[in-house]
């Protein structure tokens, strides 16, 4: 019998049921819930008459809908403040663990769930959210799931699911200085489309994968629902055991090494078979940004537009309109562009390493005049470190503005919203027309690029500035 | 709590030949606060349908009165994007029933099959051959036999078999949802938890 892929090996083990023909009953050890998916699921149980079925299994935060300024007060906006006091409510009642707006370890649920160590190896996870797929990134099967399902987690602990096909991806050799884990995956999303991994969980891996630090490979399992995947994992390792030691809900002594020896188990066999296989030489990867208004639509930053011609035909109007909507021309050059807002922050791109590389770039700079540059830390104690190692200061002499933790202009639910037709760098995941606000324009990019057009007020090659 | 019943639909349609309609553009997220799952219908492609100021944008689709129908037709890879379920509810609460596309996201596509809204995955090729009918003559009507699973162009006869998984085809049928039948497992997953201790 062939050997099993990490995938297989998590998914099979947490099936209570196959239902014939049908999908897998699928048991959930994890489940993170925020105040804009969950409302509706808890409505659900409770016209049911039931209760949540395994209550201590499930962590809250309020993340995508809440203000990143003036934490402390109430919230403004009527419509926000109801549903993050909805979550408040819901979670009180059913006996849920909720980090609200002013505990500190509120923040985005993929920043947190790390953080905390309430993500381990060999978990399944699911939030009502698609990026879940972050936690992958410790060698867990974490996918996001709809409302309904959010409402099946909380009366039984389970869900029905298809199970889907597996796919591996390599990623070998070095990358150059000046690449990071942002532009390692934009490039494997700009080379296999946002349609390219659908259907599939996909395990990364190869030598430029290890030598990833945890943070950046969340980085990379995070976009990968950005190809339609529905999600991604890398197999745990000493790099994995080390970031996790020590954390609030990690085991400790004799208990964690129990638990590493059960983690060390966790990576797929020599002789496992994928659905699909490829491989990407990291040599080839060079400091990417998107053009267009999808997450697909990325090119090295020294490289033009493509023309319509190098388009296939079939996928020619939707280029035309994401150009349209840009306001690029076709054939022009990425770099050079003026930039109006850039913004740093997500379950992407906002935790502490992302903040002190962004430091690192502007240090004794200063921001282009006409940039409004926002850095939002992905959770209180993102913010706290930043604070404690002097990265705040650093950010603040250079011209940025911090704001508090939360979603914020990602996906621009609040009042973070960057305005009609100007144009954005920004470190999270999607750049959908409007994501950032009606008519806002987005670049995608990692933290370094976005310091580096933050600085010169231009789509930049961070590279000039490596010496 | 179920779901209605899905009975075969004759309807014209409406068309959106747009591909990678993602979930930002089908309920943006400024609209996400609600706490209930009603009334997302109205915001349903809110920034293609309305300008800043709430004016009626005349070329969208859902703004001219000659397309009607509850189904919609759009290109591929619908659905991409994010998890919210509110996309499918925006959808099913404008009155659609059936959404067709060459190729779904798979959340969507969970979602949309979690509140009544079938997914019908076609081809390439007929999926042109609908939207070049509509172009033709708007009154196209299209019927959808989820029993025989079966898609049918009216106009020239074409149909298409399309895909859906059985006990997703049975849940829909009878209305049945996932949670009912969860619940009633209760006990079994109770057994599984110990095993696994
Ligand atoms: S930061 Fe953006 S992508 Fe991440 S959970 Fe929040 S809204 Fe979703």
Not at chain 1, 47 to 64: E, N, S
Not at chain 1, 157 to 167: A, D, E, F, S, Y
Not at chain 1, 232 to 259: C, H, M, N
Request: proline fraction near 5%.
């Amino acid at each position: 019998m062939a050997g099993k892929t990490l995938f297989d090996k998590i998914w099979d083990a947490h099936v209570v049921e196959k239902i014939k023909g049908g999908p897998s009953v699928l048991y959930i050890d994890q489940h993170l819930i925020h105040e804009v998916t969950s409302p509706q699921a808890f409505a659900g149980i409770e016209k049911r008459g039931i209760k949540v079925f395994r209550p201590q299994q499930t962590v809250a935060t309020p993340d995508h809908n809440v203000p990143t300024v003036d934490q402390h007060l109430p919230i403004r906006d009527e419509l926000s403040r109801f549903q993050v006091n909805k979550l408040t409510e819901n979670c009180t009642k059913h006996g849920i663990t909720l980090y609200g707006l002013n505990h500190p370890f509120q923040g985005i649920v993929h920043v947190i769930g790390p953080e905390l160590g309430i993500t381990k190896p060999g978990m399944t996870m699911v939030c009502g959210d698609s990026h879940t797929s972050t936690h992958g990134a410790f060698g867990s099967v974490a996918f996001g799931i709809g409302t309904s399902e959010v409402e099946m987690v909380l009366a039984t602990q389970c869900i029905l699911q298809p199970k889907p096909k597996r796919m591996r991806i390599r990623v070998e050799g070095e990358t150059a200085r000046g690449v990071n884990a942002k532009d390692i995956i934009l490039y494997i999303i700009s080379s296999i489309s946002t349609s390219g991994g659908t259907g599939y969980f996909i395990e990364y891996t190869g030598s430029a994968i290890r030598n990833l630090s945890m943070e950046e490979r969340m980085t990379v399992c995070n976009m990968s629902i950005e190809s339609g995947a529905r999600g991604g994992l890398i197999a745990p390792d000493q790099v994995t055991f080390d970031y996790l030691k020590g954390r609030e809900f990690v085991p400790s002594g004799a208990d964690f090494d129990r638990a590493v020896e059960k983690w060390r188990t966790l990576y797929s066999d020599e002789d496992a078979v994928f659905d699909r296989e490829l491989q990407f030489d990291a040599a080839d990867i060079v400091p990417m940004i998107t053009y267009g208004t999808n997450p697909g639509m990325g090119a090295g930053i020294n490289e033009k537009i493509p023309s319509p011609e190098d388009i296939e035909p079939g996928n020619r109007d939707s280029f035309m309109k994401a150009l349209a909507y840009m306001d690029f021309e076709a054939g022009s050059p990425i770099a050079g562009r003026k930039v109006d807002y850039v913004f740093v922050g997500s379950c992407t791109n906002g935790r502490i390493e992302d903040l002190r590389a962004v430091s690192q770039f502007v240090k004794g700079k200063k921001k282009a005049p006409h940039v409004t540059a926002w850095i939002v830390p992905g959770s209180k104690q993102v913010e706290k470190q930043a604070h404690e190692e002097g990265i705040t200061k650093i950010l603040e002499d250079a011209g940025f503005k911090l704001r508090q933790p939360g979603c914020s202009a990602c996906l621009a639910m609040n009042d973070d919203k960057v305005p009609e037709g100007k144009l954005a760098v920004s470190t999270s995941n999607r750049n959908f027309e409007g994501r950032q606000g009606p008519g806002a324009r987005t670049m995608l990019a990692s933290p370094v690029t976005a310091a580096a057009a933050a600085v010169t007020g231009v789509v930049t090659d961070p590279r000039t500035f490596i010496s | 709590m179920s779901i209605e019943k899905f009975k075969t639909i004759l309807s014209t349609a409406i068309p959106l030949p747009i591909e990678n309609v993602d979930t930002d553009q089908i309920i943006p997220a400024r609209f996400l606060k609600a706490t209930t799952r009603d009334g997302f219908g109205e915001n349903l492609f809110r920034d293609w349908r309305y300008d800043k100021n709430g004016g009626i944008k005349p070329d969208f689709v859902l703004n001219q009165d000659r397309y009607a129908g509850t189904i919609l037709v759009a290109g591929k890879n619908f659905g991409s994007g994010s998890s919210r379920e509110h996309a499918a509810w925006a959808i099913y609460d404008h009155g659609f029933k059936v959404v067709v596309s060459s190729f779904f996201a798979d959340i969507f596509k969970n979602n949309a099959l979690n509140n009544g809204l079938l997914p019908v995955q076609v081809t390439e090729g007929f999926l042109s051959g609908i939207f070049s009918a509509i172009e033709q003559d708007p009154g196209t009507q299209l019927k959808v036999d989820l029993e025989q699973q079966e898609i049918t162009l009216m106009t020239t006869g074409e149909k298409e078999y399309f895909q859906i998984n059985p006990y997703k085809k049975e849940c829909l049928l009878k209305g049945y949802d996932d949670i009912d039948y969860l619940l009633s497992i209760r006990e079994k997953i109770a057994r599984f938890e110990q095993s696994e201790t």
